[in-house]
């Protein structure tokens, strides 16, 4: 894996240091990679598959924060913290994952301290899109959040005739934004919907789809 993708200052020396202590993980589809108030023991990486982190509200709900896809990284919020998870990790396919101890992290931080700079890039951007997404929510849109959350209940629940209802209360949104985002999928050829029946076309499709997308 190239870490260079993921600090764009990363030395050859830490690079190679990194690919030596890294150690990959292999998780089925369904499986934790970690939980909710588990302490973090490092970075994961991600070679193959998709994760989605989760999140437990006041109301009992669960809610989609986001996908972690291939050369993408997670669990550094809370580990740069030093608090627990505040969410839930669950893998949505067969996933690999590229592992490092906190250990190997912090060591490296203290050997090279201008990475500190690279990590607060990432975490500013990450705030950033989160305040994005907050105010896309707000003006109601949310293509992008419908068609992850589509994925994820149907991942979780296949059997299940979810409701237009139920996804908006998943969504945070309205039943009627829903009604018209699932209309603007279809008409993209990424669902089918049959009554009450919601059948995914394009997988792929719905996980890839710009979060910049809106549904005016």
Known sequence: MNYKS??????????LE??????QLIFKRGEFVYQVTDKPEGL???ESGLVGLTLIGPSGKDHLLRFFKPQQFFGHRSL??????????????KTK??????????????????????????????????ELQHVRLVENQILSRVA???????DMNSDHQWTRQEIATFCGSTPSTVIKALSSLE???????????INILDRQGLIDLPIEENIA
């Open 148 to 154: 992850q959350s589509l994925v994820y209940l149907k």
């Open 6 to 15: 993921l600090w764009s200052n990363l030395p050859n020396e830490l690079q």
């Open 97 to 130: 994952l590229l592992f490092l101890s906190k250990t190997t992290v912090l060591a490296a931080l203290e050997k090279y301290p201008s990475l500190y700079l690279d990590i607060v890039k990432v975490l500013a951007k990450e705030l950033r899109r989160a």
């Open 44 to 46: 994961y990486f991600v």
């Open 80 to 93: 740069f913290a030093d608090e627990a998870y505040h969410g839930s990790a669950l893998a949505l396919d």
């Open 18 to 23: 990194f690919n030596k202590k890294s150690t």
């Open 187 to 197: 008409s993209r050829k990424l669902i089918q919907q049959d009554k009450r029946r």
